[in-house]
């Protein structure tokens, strides 16, 4: 089912949780509504599930507006981040709950509800916990029957708030993938909330970046990690190196050097801020004859994993700066703490201050 | 008045008291022990024998004789009346009003939860009070009620009424904390599996606070059957009609019939031994599945 939203405005008191929020989300895909918390995208959530009533705005589902729609009749399934499973019942009973609960004309059977309920269990590969109770489930098992219980009901919609974040790093990981390819065989529109960025970019079909109750933006996992339309987005989906710098002329200022940047050609004098990724910077023992870049000092290096990660101070003591390089890279420059070094940023992304469209 | 929030505790303080590095030296402890089993002794035990032995002083026949006349029998039987009909009220008033303040926000929430402390904080005696200023001879609703001969003061409403009054914080103090505690996420989880108001109620809201909602309505039971002060004042003490059990000790003590008074003072005291015996196999039953789904998650 496509989801519309229209518009949507929520204030709790003076505090604007969500300020003209528009999105489409076509059906069938998996997106993940991405941003630090407090921003509204669990509120957003909410409202699509009807747990929540917008301030002004409308929801459509399939084109027809249900903004105004009861909760039970909106045919979502939501799986809360506390998974919110019914302590008091077995894992079977949790599953059947939305089958026992309907009216007598629309309820199945007996047999009917045992088998779909067994149906699902092994969907999520649990069957043999039937007759437990959740506070004897381990997290990762508990959200994987709090899933079970929310397709239970046939859903044409799936939400999902912070679903694996109360998990350990590793149960975490693998539900990630196991979540992406349950949604690949069921192909139910599915929307979830999270606010680890490498969670979104991993598991979602699209991503959805909010800041303080606004979309900053919407696109593939990789326009949004290679295109951040915003110093926020730049921010927020990965590590970056953020320079002060004055733009001018189609070249950014940092420091006493002028990098040639490919956007703002007619832009004169204006403060900016200028990002690159920490593997965007290039390090070299001896000044490059053609490349412009700083001098700096390495101040740390943590070679622990396949990338090494050195901290880098600029020898005008003003900024510090990250640099990722691969265990090779990192043996051939036999780079050790106080070397005097040679750095050079690639893909300088700049974007104006008081400008947050960008280039 | 959380006594099974704090029962769950139990477990783990008999597990830190049994730990050698932070318990006292043993005369601390014997010492400490020794001071409230005396204390205990004298304000609890030996009252609570001197009522069976006073009452039984004349022998078992006499016992059963006071008993067994028509006063102390309508006496009996009006505080179960009494009781019957205020437990059940007050479990309805109870669970709505725990399910209203822990599940919904609204103006005025603090002023209900101050409200239903009311009959704790004032003197039974007003309570009293009140309903013989409403619907008494002299009160607001006095002439109409004479008009129409209804008997509200001095008869058996008026007692159920002060009956209700007092007791009626209980059961909803008990759930508030409970409620509050286990939140709405779960409610929130049966609204969008498509359950209706009831359905949740019954389903989801009441079983996860049984524990809880025993245990206050075994208070209210209690309170019901051994208020007095309330229940005296709107009473009119018309023997045979308008006399509760503590009402009828209280007449046949003033009248010396000792034997009497005790022997149906030896049965409200037996009733508060069953409640105590209920109310402590409510909190082992609590504790008993609190520790056994901590157990589990562990």
């Keep these: 089912m496509s989801i519309e939203i229209r518009n949507i405005k929520k204030n709790f008191g003076q505090f604007s949780a969500l300020n003209d929020v528009s999105l489409d989300v076509p059906s069938g895909e998996l997106v993940a509504l991405l941003g630090p918390s407090g921003c509204g995208k669990t509120t957003l959530l909410r409202i699509i599930a009807g747990l929540e009533t917008p301030d002004s705005g409308n929801i459509l589902f399939y084109g027809n507006d249900a903004t105004e729609r009861q909760v039970r009749e909106r045919e979502v399934g939501f799986v809360f981040q506390h998974y919110a499973l019914f302590r008091h019942m077995t894992v079977f009973e949790n599953v059947a709950f939305g089958l026992r609960v309907r009216p007598k004309h629309t309820r199945p059977n007996e047999a009917e509800i045992k088998r779909r309920v067994h149906e699902l269990l092994n969907l999520v590969q649990l069957d043999w916990l039937a007759d437990r109770y959740p506070p004897q489930l381990s997290g990762g098992q508990r959200q994987r029957i709090a899933l079970a219980r929310a397709l239970a009901v046939e859903p044409k919609v799936l939400l999902l708030d912070e679903p694996f974040g109360a998990l350990d790093a590793k149960v975490r990981k693998e539900l990630r993938r196991w979540l992406r390819r349950l949604h690949d065989e069921l192909h139910i529109t599915s929307i979830f909330v999270t606010h680890d960025q490498e969670e979104a970019l991993e598991v979602a079909d699209r991503v959805v970046v909010i800041n303080k109750g606004k979309i900053e933006q919407i696109g593939s996992p990789q326009e949004v990690y290679d295109h951040p339309v915003s110093p926020f987005v730049y921010q927020f989906l990965g590590n970056v190196n953020q320079f002060d710098s004055h733009v001018h002329n189609g070249a950014a200022k940092i420091g006493e050097v002028n990098l040639k940047i490919d956007a703002h050609p007619d832009t004169q004098n204006s403060p900016a801020l200028a990002f690159v990724r920490p593997h965007d910077i290039e390090i070299y023992n001896e000044q490059h004859p053609e490349k412009l870049g700083f001098e700096a000092i390495v101040r740390y290096v943590n070679a622990v994993g396949p990338l090494v990660r050195v901290e880098l101070e600029r020898a005008d003591h003003t900024e510090l700066v990250e640099a990722e390089l691969t265990q090779e890279r990192f043996r051939e420059l036999n780079l050790t703490a106080a070397q005097h070094v040679f750095i050079y940023p690639r893909n300088v992304r700049v974007f104006l201050k008081g400008d947050n469209a960008g280039a | 008045m959380s006594g099974i929030n704090t029962s769950q505790y139990s477990r783990y303080q008999s597990k830190v008291a049994r730990s050698r590095a932070t318990s006292e030296p043993a005369w601390v402890r014997y010492l400490l022990i020794g001071i409230a089993l005396s204390f205990l002794s004298l304000f609890l035990f030996v009252p609570l024998a001197a009522v069976f032995t006073e009452a039984l002083r004349k022998g078992f026949d006499t016992y059963v004789t006071a008993l067994s006349d028509p006063d102390a029998f309508a006496a009996i039987k ?72 209804i008997k509200i003061v001095f008869a058996v409403p008026g007692i159920v009424l002060a009956t209700i009054f007092v007791t009626f914080p209980f059961v909803a103090r008990e759930l508030i904390p409970l409620m509050q505690a286990q939140g709405k996420d779960e409610e929130e989880a049966g609204l969008v599996l498509g359950a209706s108001g009831w359905q949740i109620l019954w389903r989801i809201t009441l079983p996860n606070v049984k524990w809880g909602l025993l245990y206050g309505v075994i208070l209210t039971n209690a309170r019901a059957m051994g208020e007095f002060g309330a229940v005296s004042v709107v009473s009119g003490h ?61």
């Design chain 2, 78 to 149: 009006l505080t179960f009346l009494a009781a019957v009909i205020a437990v059940p009220l007050n479990l309805v008033f109870g669970v709505s009003a725990a399910w209203a303040i822990t599940k919904f926000e609204f103006k005025g929430k603090s002023i209900l939860i101050t409200l239903i402390d009311l009959p704790f904080a004032v003197s039974p005696v007003i309570a009293g009070l009140i309903y013989v200023l409403i619907f008494g001879a002299q009160g607001w609703f006095g002439s109409y009620l004479i008009d129409n001969d």
């Design chain 2, 238 to 298: 018309i023997r045979g009609l308008t006399n509760t059990m503590p009402l009828h000790v209280e007449i046949l003590y003033n009248e010396y019939n000792y034997a009497a008074a005790f022997a149906v003072a030896s049965l409200l005291a037996l009733l508060a031994l069953v409640t105590l015996a209920l109310k402590t196999f409510v909190e082992w039953r609590a504790a008993r599945d609190a520790s056994l789904s901590e157990n589990a998650s562990q």
